[in-house]
C-alpha cells in the first residue's frame, strides 16, 4: 500500500495542510522574536477565516478578502499590542482573552454565512512542470496562496537575520534595555511586528475558508492556532524551520488519514498526540544538546517598561 | 494596593448582585402569576444546543425546527447554544424550568441524565430529550431512523461506484454514526457485494479542512464515492474537485458539490417538533418514546443528482416504498443475515435488531473497511 | 492615591458600558439584563448553588496558576493536570474495591499525583534544562486532553452507556455529597479549606518564605542559600496537585462519571483568576467566584434572552481586559 504514489500524495497533502498552519506560525514568529508573546492566534485565525470569507462574498474577488483578514487579523493583534506594551498588561491573559474575542465577533457575525458559497481561490496546476511525475503533484499543484507562504518564509528570514531592521527586532526581544540604550525604539518595534504578525495570522484563516476547505462555519480553525504555538517552538523562532515543521505537523494529521484509508488499523486518538509530544522531544534534545534555554526571545512576554530595570 | 482593589471589585458585585435580587425576586412574583386557563394556551418552548447553531450541521438542522415551529404556531422559543454536557446542562436545563417555559427540548444524548434530574423537580413541565433511552412521566424522547435514510443513499452509492471502493468520512465511533455507516453498508451491499466500504475517523465534529482532507486521503486510495458522517460539506468539496461522486448529509449539500453530490441523507426535525408541540398545545401531551422514520418525513433524501441513472433512482424508490407500506420493519435494512467483519453471524435470515441493539451498536458490517476502538471486557 | 481607587470603579463601569450598549444594539435593556445576571447567580438557592459550583475548580485552578506565580513560573497547564487527575479518580472510582470510607480520599490522592506527576515533567524541564514552562504546560495539556478521550472511547468505556463514549457512573460511594437538593457539594468547602491552608502555608512556612523570595527577587534567594531549582520544581508540583484535586472534585461532585469534554477551561481560566487575585490564595477565592458569575450569568443572559453564546464570549473577553487593563493603567502610576 505505501508506495511512491502513496508518499507523494502525502507530502502534497502536507503542504496543503500545513499552509494555513505556516502563515500563523510565521505572524507568531516575528510577533514573539520582538519579545511579544501573543496566545490569540486561534481567535486572530477565526477572525480571518471569517473575514476573508465574507468580504469574498461581499466583493466577489477573493483576494481583497485575503487582505482584510489580514487587516480583520492586525485590528485584533492591535488590542493585544495596545494592552502588552502600551499599558504594559500581562501578555499571556490578553492573549487568552483575544481568542474569546475573536471566536465571539465571529460567531456573532458570521451566522448568517453558514451555507454560502463565496468566490473561492483555487489551485493552479503549472504547465509542464505539473506533470512531471510525484514531484509535480508535490510541488506544482497548489494554489497561489500556498507558493506565497514559502516565499513570505524566505522574506521573512532575510528580514531577521540580513538586515539591521531584523537585528532591531531580535534585541527588542532578547535585551530591549540594550536595545533601548543604542537608541531602538522599543515599543515601536514591538508594535509593528505584533502588528504584521496579526496580519499574517489573519492570512492562515483567510487560507483555510477560502482555498483549503472552502466554507464558513463557527470555530472552524477548530485549534490549529494553539498548534502554531507549538510550531514557533518547535521550529526554533526561525522562518526557515518554520516551513517544514509546518508541513510535519500538517502532514501528520493527513498520515493518519491515508493509514486509516489503506485500511491500517490505528488509534486516531493517539496520533493526534503525536504532534504535542514530538514538539516536547523536539525541546528536549535542542536543550540536552545546548544546555542553554532554547532559541526562546529571553525577554519573550516581559514587558519593557523604560528605565527599570528587569 | 491590589487587594484592596479586588475586594472593591467584589463588593461592588455582591452589592449589586443582592440589590438585583431583591428586584429580581419582585419580578418573579410579577412574571408567574397562576396560571389560568387562557394563558395556558400561550405555550413557549426551550431548546438547550450542544454545539453553536453556527455548526451548519446537528444543532443547524435543529435550531431550523427551532425556526420552523415559531413561524407555524407563533409561539415564543427560547435556545441556549454551546451547552456543556454533564456540567452545565442541568444549571441551563433548570433555568428554563424555572422560568415557566412548558415545553424544553435538549437536542444531545449527553443530556439525558441532566434532563431526567431536573425533570424530577417540575413535574408540571414537560421535557423532551433527543437519541436517548430514558424517560420518566414528563420526559419523553425522540429521535429519526436516519439509517433508513442512508441505507437508501448507500443503494446510490454501491450503483455508482466503479472501482467498487466508496469512502466514508466519519467523526466520532458512537453508535449513531455507526448506525449510519452500516445502514450505508448495507445499502452498498445489496446493490453491489463486491464493492466496500472504507471509514476514516477525524476526531472531530466539526473541522472542515480536516474533513476535507480525510476525504481526499479516501479518493487518493481509489475510492470514487465518498459519504460523510461530519457536520459541514467539506468531504463533498473534496469529491467534486476530484470529479468523484459524494453522499451529503444534514441537508443538501447539491450546493458546495453541484456535480458529485448524488443525494444526501437529510433531517427534517420540524415534523417531530410539530407533532410534539400540537400535542401540547392541545394538552394531550404524553411521555413517548418518538423514534420515527422516513414515512412521517423526519429523515429522507435530497433530491438526485441528473447523473443517477433512471434503474438506480427505480431501485431505491422501491426500497422507500418497503418503508412508506410498511412491508418491511422499521429496523430494516437491519434483518438478518448479518455477518459483522470477521465474518460472523450476528443476526440469523429473517432475525430483526431490537431498537436497543440498534442505539447501542458497535461494530461493523462485512463489508466495512475500517476499526472501532475497543472498550475492555 | 486617588486614582488606586478610580481605576477599578472605572474599569468595571467601563466595562459594563461597552456592552451595555451592545445588548441596546441587540435590543436587548441593559439595565434589565444585568437584573438578570445577577438575579439568577444570587437570589435563588440554585443560582447561588450553581455559582458555588463554578467557582470551585476555580478556585483550586486559580491556586494552580497561583502558587507558581508565586516562584515566577506560568502554569498554562493546569486545564491538562485537571484532566489527569480526574483520570485517576475515575481509575480508582471504578476499578479498585476499597472500604466505602476509603474510596474518596484514595481518589483524591490518586487525582492530586497524577495532576503533580503532570506537573513534574514541565517542573523538572525548567529546573534542570531552564525549557520555558509556558510552553512545555500548554503542549501537554493536548496530550493530556487526548489521552482522557482515547481512554473513554477505548478501554474505559462503560458497559452500561449504550456504547457512548463515557465510563459507567461511579459508585455512591465515589461520589460527593451534594447538599440542599442542589448541586452544591462538599467539593466547595474542600476548595475553600485548600486555598486557607494554602495561603498559611506560603506565608508561614519557610517553603512559602522561600517561593515568595524567588519570585521577588531570584538573586536574593541565591544569596540566602535557598536552591531556585528545588523552589521551582515544588511550586510547579504542588500546583499541578491542586489542578488534579480540581479534576477529581469534577468528576465526583459534578459529573460522577469520566467523559471526554469535563472542563470547558477551567485550567485556562485560573489564569485571570490568579492574576486579578495578584497571586494571593485568599483573594484567589474572591476572583474565583467573580469568574463563577461571569459563567452563570453569562449563561442566564443566553436562557432569558437567547443571545448567540458568541455576545457571552466578547462579554467576558471585555470585562477581564478593562479589568486587567484598569490595574495596569494603575500600576504605571
Known amino acids: ?310 | 494596593m491590589k487587594a484592596k482593589f479586588l475586594v472593591l471589585i467584589i463588593l461592588a458585585v455582591l452589592a449589586a448582585g443582592l440589590l438585583a435580587g431583591c428586584a429580581g425576586e419582585e419580578g418573579k412574583q410579577v412574571t408567574t402569576p397562576a396560571t389560568t386557563p387562557e394563558e395556558k394556551k400561550e405555550i413557549k418552548a426551550a431548546f438547550v444546543y450542544v454545539s453553536p447553531i453556527g455548526d451548519a450541521g446537528w444543532t443547524y438542522m435543529h435550531d431550523q425546527g427551532r425556526q420552523f415551529i415559531e413561524k407555524k404556531y407563533g409561539i415564543k422559543t427560547a435556545y441556549t447554544e454551546n451547552v456543556a454536557e454533564g456540567g452545565d446542562d442541568e444549571r441551563v436545563i433548570r433555568e428554563y424550568a424555572e422560568q415557566g417555559y412548558d415545553v424544553i427540548f435538549t437536542t444531545s444524548f449527553g443530556f439525558m441524565d441532566a434532563t431526567i434530574t431536573v425533570a424530577k423537580d417540575f413535574p408540571d413541565t414537560i421535557f423532551e430529550h433527543c437519541s436517548g433511552y430514558k424517560t420518566a412521566e414528563n420526559v419523553g424522547t425522540y429521535f429519526g431512523r436516519m439509517y433508513q435514510a442512508r441505507y437508501l443513499t448507500g443503494i446510490v452509492a454501491g450503483a455508482m461506484t466503479k472501482t467498487n471502493k466508496i469512502g466514508y468520512v466519519a467523526a466520532h465511533p458512537i453508535p449513531e454514526v455507526i448506525r449510519g455507516i452500516n445502514a450505508f453498508a448495507l445499502g452498498v451491499k445489496k446493490v453491489n457485494p463486491e464493492a466496500k466500504v472504507y471509514v476514516v475517523w477525524t476526531g472531530t465534529w466539526y473541522d472542515p479542512a480536516k474533513e476535507k482532507e480525510a476525504a481526499i486521503s479516501l479518493l487518493d486510495e481509489g475510492c470514487d464515492v465518498i459519504a460523510q458522517h461530519q457536520d459541514s460539506p467539506a468531504a463533498q468539496q473534496a469529491a467534486e474537485e476530484r470529479g468523484a461522486y459524494s453522499i451529503g448529509y444534514h441537508s443538501d449539500m447539491s450546493k458546495f458539490a453541484p456535480n458529485a453530490h448524488l443525494t444526501a441523507a437529510v433531517w427534517n426535525w420540524s415534523v417531530i417538533y410539530s407533532y410534539i408541540i400540537e400535542q401540547v398545545m392541545q394538552g394531550t401531551w404524553k411521555s413517548e418514546e418518538i423514534w420515527w422514520g422516513i414515512d412521517r418525513g423526519v429523515v429522507g433524501i435530497a433530491p438526485f443528482n441528473d447523473a443517477v441513472p433512471e434503474d438506480v433512482r427505480k431501485m431505491v424508490e422501491e426500497e422507500k416504498e418497503k418503508y412508506l407500506s410498511g412491508e418491511v420493519a422499521e429496523q430494516y435494512p437491519f434483518v438478518g443475515p448479518i455477518y459483522d467483519q470477521q465474518g460472523n453471524l450476528v443476526k440469523a435470515e429473517g432475525e430483526v435488531m431490537t431498537d436497543e441493539e440498534l442505539l447501542s451498536m458497535n461494530f461493523f458490517v462485512d463489508n466495512v473497511v475500517g476499526e472501532i476502538p475497543a472498550a475492555s471486557e | ?333
Open chain 1, 1 to 310: 500500500m505505501v508506495d511512491a504514489g502513496f508518499i507523494a500524495s502525502l507530502l502534497a497533502s502536507s503542504i496543503r495542510a500545513g499552509t494555513p498552519l505556516l502563515y500563523a506560525t510565521l505572524g507568531e514568529t516575528l510577533t514573539e522574536r520582538s519579545g511579544i508573546l501573543n496566545l490569540g492566534i486561534e481567535g486572530i485565525m477565526i477572525t480571518g477565516a471569517f473575514t476573508g470569507f465574507a468580504v469574498s462574498i461581499l466583493t466577489g474577488n477573493p483576494w481583497l478578502g485575503v487582505l482584510f483578514a489580514g487587516f480583520a487579523g492586525m485590528a485584533l493583534a492591535f488590542i493585544h499590542a495596545f494592552f502588552s506594551i502600551t499599558l504594559k498588561a500581562n501578555q499571556p491573559i490578553t492573549g487568552l482573552m483575544i481568542v474569546l474575542l475573536g471566536l465571539g465577533i465571529t460567531g456573532f457575525f458570521g451566522r448568517s454565512y453558514i451555507g454560502e458559497v463565496a468566490v473561492y481561490i483555487n489551485p493552479i496546476h503549472i504547465p509542464y512542470l505539473s506533470s512531471l511525475p510525484y514531484v509535480g503533484e508535490i510541488l506544482f499543484t497548489h494554489d497561489p496562496l500556498a507558493y506565497i507562504a514559502v516565499i513570505l518564509a524566505a522574506v521573512l528570514w532575510f528580514l531577521l537575520f540580513k538586515t539591521r531592521y531584523g537585528l532591531e527586532i531580535i534585541a527588542a526581544g532578547e535585551n530591549p534595555e540594550a536595545a533601548d540604550s543604542v537608541g531602538v525604539d522599543v515599543d515601536r518595534i514591538r508594535y509593528i511586528s505584533t502588528l504584521i504578525g496579526g496580519f499574517l495570522v489573519g492570512i492562515g484563516g483567510a487560507y483555510l475558508s477560502l482555498a483549503y476547505a472552502k466554507l464558513w462555519t463557527e470555530g472552524m480553525t477548530a485549534g490549529r492556532g494553539w498548534i502554531c504555538l507549538a510550531l514557533v517552538i518547535f521550529s526554533g523562532w526561525m522562518p526557515q524551520r518554520a516551513v517544514l515543521g509546518a508541513y510535519l505537523f500538517g502532514g501528520l494529521d493527513v498520515l493518519s488519514f491515508k493509514l486509516q484509508a489503506t485500511g491500517v488499523g490505528i488509534s486516531y486518538h493517539l496520533m493526534r498526540m503525536v504532534p504535542y509530544v514530538v514538539t516536547i522531544v523536539v525541546l528536549l534534545f535542542s536543550v540536552i544538546r545546548k544546555r542553554a534555554a532554547f532559541g526562546a526571545p529571553a525577554s519573550l512576554g516581559v514587558p519593557y517598561i523604560r528605565g527599570r530595570k528587569q
Open chain 3, 1 to 333: 492615591m486617588r486614582w488606586n481607587y478610580l481605576a477599578p470603579v472605572i474599569s468595571i463601569v467601563a466595562s459594563l458600558a461597552v456592552v451595555g450598549v451592545m445588548l441596546a444594539v441587540m435590543g436587548i435593556n441593559p439595565l434589565e439584563a444585568y437584573i438578570v445576571m445577577f438575579s439568577r447567580s444570587f437570589a435563588s438557592k440554585f443560582g447561588l448553588a450553581e455559582l458555588c459550583v463554578k467557582t470551585t475548580p476555580l478556585i483550586l485552578t486559580g491556586l494552580a496558576v497561583a502558587i507558581p506565580l508565586r516562584a515566577g513560573l506560568w502554569n498554562i497547564g493546569a486545564e491538562g493536570q485537571l484532566y489527569m487527575g480526574a483520570f485517576a479518580a475515575s481509575v480508582v472510582a471504578l476499578y479498585i474495591n476499597l472500604p466505602e470510607f476509603l474510596v474518596i480520599p484514595l481518589m483524591m490522592a490518586a487525582g492530586a499525583i497524577f495532576g503533580m506527576g503532570w506537573a513534574a515533567i514541565p517542573a523538572f524541564l525548567k529546573a534542570k534544562f531552564d525549557l520555558n514552562e509556558i510552553i512545555s504546560t500548554l503542549l501537554l495539556n493536548y496530550v493530556a486532553i487526548y489521552w482522557v478521550e482515547y481512554m473513554v472511547y477505548g478501554p474505559m468505556r462503560g458497559k452500561e452507556v449504550y456504547n457512548f463514549p463515557y465510563t459507567d457512573l461511579f459508585p455512591d460511594a465515589a461520589t460527593l455529597p451534594r447538599f440542599f437538593g442542589t448541586r452544591l457539594h462538599l467539593g466547595f468547602l474542600i476548595a475553600i479549606l485548600i486555598a486557607i491552608a494554602i495561603y498559611h502555608i506560603l506565608k508561614r512556612t519557610d517553603f512559602g518564605f522561600a517561593v515568595r523570595v524567588v519570585g521577588a527577587n531570584p538573586r536574593a534567594a541565591d544569596y540566602a542559600g535557598i536552591s531556585r531549582q528545588k523552589i521551582i520544581f515544588y511550586s510547579m508540583l504542588l500546583g499541578g496537585m491542586l489542578a488534579g484535586i480540581a479534576g477529581m472534585i469534577e468528576v465526583s461532585g459534578i459529573q460522577l462519571r469520566l467523559r471526554p469534554a469535563i472542563s470547558t477551561g477551567y485550567g485556562y481560566a485560573g489564569i485571570p483568576v490568579a492574576l486579578l487575585a495578584s497571586g494571593n490564595p485568599l483573594l484567589v477565592i474572591l476572583s474565583a467566584s467573580l469568574f463563577g458569575f461571569l459563567y452563570v450569568g453569562g449563561s442566564a443572559l443566553q436562557t432569558t434572552y437567547s443571545v448567540p453564546v458568541a455576545i457571552v464570549y466578547v462579554f467576558q473577553a471585555l470585562i477581564v481586559l478593562f479589568i486587567i487593563g484598569g490595574q495596569s493603567l494603575r500600576r504605571g502610576d
